[in-house]
T-cell receptor
Framework: QKEVEQNSGPLSVPEGAIASLNCTYS??????FFWYRQYSGKSPELIMS??SNGDKEDGRFTAQLNKASQYVSLLIRDSQPSDSATYLC???????????WGLGTSLAVNP | SAVISQKPSRDICQRGTSLTIQCQVD?????MFWYRQQPGQSLTLIAT?????????ESGFVIDKFPISRPNLTFSTLTVSNMSPEDSSIYLC????????????FGPGTRLTVL
């Protein structure tokens, strides 16, 4: 069964620090990887997608993909209290365009 | 990205009744999905809503319990039938805007409480 695993947390970091969120996946043929942020009571919103090995940067966010090791990570630099949320990792399940979701990592950024 | 709305945003229902949730998109989209998110849990895909044909259900979900319609490329409905307290959840629709992307975008969700 295809799986996506994340540490549930909570991950607690001080304001201004780097938050590192990790995700591993089981299906070697996965090609598309996504990080979503979900605030309490809200729906998931896309932070970043990544398709190739290496780093992809967007503002304070950097996604890292290593297909050989089957992991994808999200770094948040200069963490702010407004970054406090649950971060969901999702992996494309194949040609049917569906996503497999991790359980999410809860992040708390402390002022 | 597409603007997605859902109605109702929340509802409280009695067991044994049914609720229909609507998902409206401001532009034509390739695919529409329905998810359930139970308290403290991640997303569980219920089904893929297919335009003009029967939805494709995931394991554990059946059409009699969760009938889905998608009459056109901008609109879909999910009905939660014969509800029980275990159906209390957030129901989310998501869309794939075009055939050239596999990034899903979500509606605001419907929070359902069944008493």
């Amino acid at each position: 069964q295809k799986e996506v695993e994340q540490n549930s947390g909570p991950l607690s970091v001080p304001e201004g620090a780097i938050a590192s969120l990790n995700c591993t996946y089981s299906d070697r043929v996965s090609q598309s990887f996504f990080w979503y942020r979900q605030y309490s009571g809200k729906s998931p919103e896309l932070i970043m997608s990544i398709y190739s090995n290496g780093d992809k940067e967007d503002g304070r966010f950097t996604a890292q993909l290593n297909k050989a090791s089957q992991y994808v990570s999200l770094l948040i630099r200069d963490s702010q209290p407004s970054d406090s949320a649950t971060y969901l990792c999702a992996v494309n399940a194949g040609n049917n365009r569906k996503l497999i979701w991790g359980l999410g990592t809860s992040l708390a950024v402390n002022p | 990205s597409a603007v997605i709305s859902q109605k109702p945003s929340r509802d409280i229902c009695q067991r044994g009744t049914s609720l229909t949730i609507q998902c409206q998109v401001d532009s034509q989209v390739t695919m529409m999905f329905w998810y359930r998110q139970q308290p403290g849990q991640s997303l569980t895909l219920i089904a893929t809503a297919n335009q003009g044909s029967e939805a494709t259900y995931e394991s554990g979900f059946v059409i009699d319990k969760f009938p889905i319609s998608r009459p056109n490329l901008t609109f879909s409905t999910l009905t939660v039938s014969n509800m029980s307290p275990e159906d209390s959840s957030i129901y989310l629709c998501s869309v794939l805007p075009s055939a050239s992307t596999d990034t899903q975008y979500f509606g605001p969700g419907t929070r359902l409480t069944v008493l």
